[in-house]
């Protein structure tokens, strides 16, 4: 075991991209007592810092294939990891339950299948005549919201996460850089990349985690893998002449795939990921309001103080996300569409195993 954790001190890997995916990767692997390297253009401004944070495992509906054994293997380790993060910032936490609304009978039959079907007891059906409902329907000024919750699913702040992760990471000494990737090749015995300012980097180990820019660096060809962008978008509303109490509202909840985050009594997030473009539109406020047939008068005055957006990228022809070992120390994690921040864990987890066989 001594000669591993030597190896493992010798070796360095090249994580290209550090959004939330790139972030655990190198705090799992440093753990282990790898050199790590962290290299991005744009860490403040990549799509992690656009993620709202929501982690939707437990009420995923389908329990099972690929997809799902990756989301529970999330929802186990996550615990884990907030209690480590914890030690470098007490605040962060994950703000339980999350609420899942539609006003489409059809679909909340399917939400009332799937919670019978799994007796699961963290899970609820909220009917019309819940308190949360009532109190949703009337904000909304309308009858026919319903849906359910999940008291083991929640949100984490994910631009309070991102800098936790900064503090643990210099912590263990992980090495940042900023500066782009923009070609990398294999030697007799090593990864060497070059950078944007003609700066070439040797390592052992190159894990890719640079979303779209991935296939940039690889040879699509061979290794077949397609992505396509995918444009997140959010916006903060505040209302002049509140006629909702939104602290009274959920701490969060999703209205046909709309995610809505009360931020105080007269101000909310509305945010979603679902459109197939790199450019960020100009009639946001329309496009993200539209989630009911009516809007309610309040959310019709509402003025928007602030806005993001993110490109994240989605697999082509496959499953999401794309975790592969390309082989000869290689490695890529992208495609994470929606679930990033959810799914690190288990992302990290098995790029902790991939290089402890490839170094054993």
Not at 15 to 31: H, Q, T, V, Y
Not at 116 to 137: A, F, G, T, V, Y
Not at 182 to 196: E, L, V
Not at 197 to 221: F, G, P, R, Y
Request: with cysteine; net charge positive.
């Amino acid at each position: 075991m001594k000669g591993l954790k030597e190896n493992f001190q010798k070796a360095h890997i090249l994580i290209i991209g550090s959004g939330i995916i790139g972030k655990f990767n190198a705090l799992e692997l440093s753990e282990l007592g790898f050199q790590i390297t962290l290299i991005d253009p744009n860490q403040d401004k990549n799509s992690s810092n656009a993620a709202l944070g929501l982690l939707m495992g437990n009420m995923y509906q389908k329990r099972k294939g690929r997809s799902w054994a990756l989301r529970k293997q999330s929802i186990e380790l996550w615990p884990k990891w907030l209690k480590n993060l914890q030690e470098f910032n007490n605040k962060l936490n994950i703000e339980k339950p999350l609420i899942q609304l539609t006003t489409s009978e059809e679909k909340f039959k399917k939400l009332k299948k799937f919670i019978n079907k799994n007796n699961d007891q963290k899970l609820k059906i909220l009917e019309k005549d819940s308190i949360i409902i009532k109190n949703i329907n009337k904000a909304f000024q309308t009858k026919n919201i319903k849906g359910i919750v999940s008291h083991k699913d929640g949100r984490i702040n994910a631009g309070t996460l991102l800098k936790t992760l900064d503090i643990y990471l210099k912590n263990k000494t992980v090495n940042f850089l900023k500066d782009k990737i923009i070609k990398i090749k294999k030697s007799k015995k090593h990864w060497i990349a070059t950078s944007q300012t003609n700066k070439e980097i040797k390592s052992d180990v190159i894990i890719l985690c640079n979303s779209l820019n991935t296939i940039d660096l690889i040879d699509n060809i061979s290794h077949n893998i397609k992505l396509k962008p995918v444009l997140g978008q959010a916006m903060e509303i505040s209302f002049s002449e509140a006629e909702v109490d939104f602290l009274s509202l959920p701490k969060q909840f999703n209205i046909n795939g709309k995610n809505i985050i009360p931020t105080s009594n007269n101000k909310l997030i509305i945010g979603s990921t679902d459109e197939y473009s790199t450019i960020s539109e100009e009639n946001i406020f329309e496009k993200l309001t539209n989630f009911i047939d009516k809007k309610p008068t309040w959310l019709v005055k509402g003025q928007i103080i602030n806005r993001w957006s993110g490109i994240r990228s989605r697999p082509d022809g496959e499953p999401s996300p794309i975790m592969r070992n390309l082989g000869d120390g290689l490695i890529i994690c992208t495609g994470f569409y929606k679930n990033g921040i959810l799914l690190a864990p288990a992302c990290s987890k098995w790029v902790a195993n991939e290089m402890t066989n490839y170094f054993s």
